[in-house]
């Protein structure tokens, strides 16, 4: 398992952008890995995610032409790139590792603490 950090949280406007990292103590490189979010009341939910060599990239339909994931394995990290949001992207992110594609949160192993995204009308 590898330890995971995200960072680039806060508020934002509607139809404004913010960018999320995630920092991997270890090597990412075995890993896929997903972005994930989590509103109040509501279940964890399938945001992104990205194959160990970026051949592939996958995006729920909520934010399918708004939002890019990206790696960088010799940095050990994954970003988040989050344009035209609204105020149904308020939610805790969450960013994830796992053995392969999935949009089932208990098929990740690692993940890190949060971070809040708040999305004002």
């Known amino acids: 398992q590898v330890q995971l950090a995200e960072s680039g949280g806060g508020l934002a406007q509607a139809g404004g952008s913010l960018r999320l990292s995630c920092a991997a103590s270890?090597?990412?490189?075995?890993?896929?890995m997903g972005w994930f979010r989590q509103a109040p009341g509501k279940e964890r939910e399938f945001v992104a995610g990205?194959?160990?060599?970026?051949?592939?990239?996958f995006y729920a339909d909520s934010v399918k032409g708004r939002f890019t994931i990206s790696r960088d394995n010799a940095k050990n990290m994954v970003s988040l790139e989050m344009n035209n949001l609204t105020p149904e992207d308020t939610a805790v992110y969450y960013c994830?590792?796992?053995?392969?594609?999935?949009?089932?949160?208990?098929?990740?192993?690692?993940w890190g603490q949060g971070t809040q995204v708040t999305v004002s009308s």
């Open positions: 994830a590792a796992g053995p392969h594609y999935s949009d089932y949160h208990e098929a990740y192993d690692s």
């Open positions: 270890g090597r990412i490189s075995a890993y896929f």
């Open positions: 990205i194959t160990y060599s970026d051949s592939y990239r």
